[in-house]
């Protein structure tokens, strides 16, 4: 079983449609961080969260440190929001960082 | 520079051959993060710094790889008799450590190797 779960692996949604990706984790963490990737391979952090919630624009972000489980958001999706979308932990106490394996997210119009 | 550099951003080798790839942190930012992504797949950790030591090596695949810091900068991955397994592409990510921004991730462009 890996560390970081996410779910879906693949997403399809029509433009303006509300998404949800989750995440979910097994080892304690001092942080965890959203990224993506667009095709063409560039990554951009999201967010980096610890606790509560996040909001950048149309993105959420949320996390529940007792359940070990985050959700990213994104409210009236759009054709460029498509890329792969990444969950990372960081270990409590040290800096190694441990990778989702993605979520394929396609919005199309 | 303002962001993390990587170099070089291709490179096509021969099996059997050394390859040395580089990073180029964002200045004072002490965690250096090395990974790979083989095609169509997940980003898969292989070795980071703190400062100049690496408390964690678990990620490297085998002895053939080796990584070094200097200077809490610059950075070498060392791929040593390439194989043809190891093409892929080598993300290097660097954060601060502590501090209200501490942690925030800032990746490189990524250096993509072929082994033929």
């Known amino acids: 079983k890996n560390e970081v779960e996410q779910s879906p692996q693949n997403l399809t949604a029509q433009e303006g449609e509300f998404i949800t990706i989750n995440c979910s984790y097994s080892v304690g963490i001092s942080a965890l961080h959203w990224l993506q990737q667009h095709p063409g391979g560039g990554i951009v952090s999201l967010f980096m969260l610890s606790s509560g919630k996040k909001k950048h624009g149309r993105l959420i972000a949320t996390i529940n440190i007792q359940e070990k489980h985050s959700s990213l958001h994104i409210t009236a999706s759009h054709p460029r929001d498509s890329a792969v979308y990444i969950c990372a932990v960081r270990y409590y106490n040290t800096d190694k960082l441990i990778f989702g394996t993605g979520t394929r997210l396609q919005v199309f119009p | 520079g303002a962001g993390v550099s990587q170099s070089p951003s291709n490179k096509v080798t021969e099996k059997g051959k050394d390859v040395e790839l580089r990073c180029d942190p964002i200045?004072?930012?002490?965690?250096l993060y090395w990974y790979r992504q083989r095609l169509g797949q997940g980003l898969e950790f292989l070795i980071y710094?703190?400062?100049?030591?690496?408390?964690?090596k678990s990620g490297l695949p085998s002895d053939r790889f080796s990584a070094e810091r200097t200077g809490e900068s610059v950075s070498t991955l060392t791929i040593q008799r390439t194989q043809q397994e190891d093409s892929a592409v080598y993300l290097c990510a660097s954060s601060l450590v502590g501090g209200e921004n501490g942690g925030e991730l800032f990746f490189g462009e990524g250096s993509r190797l072929t082994v033929l």
């Open positions: 200045s004072g930012h002490t965690a």
């Open positions: 710094f703190q400062g100049n030591s690496a408390p964690d």
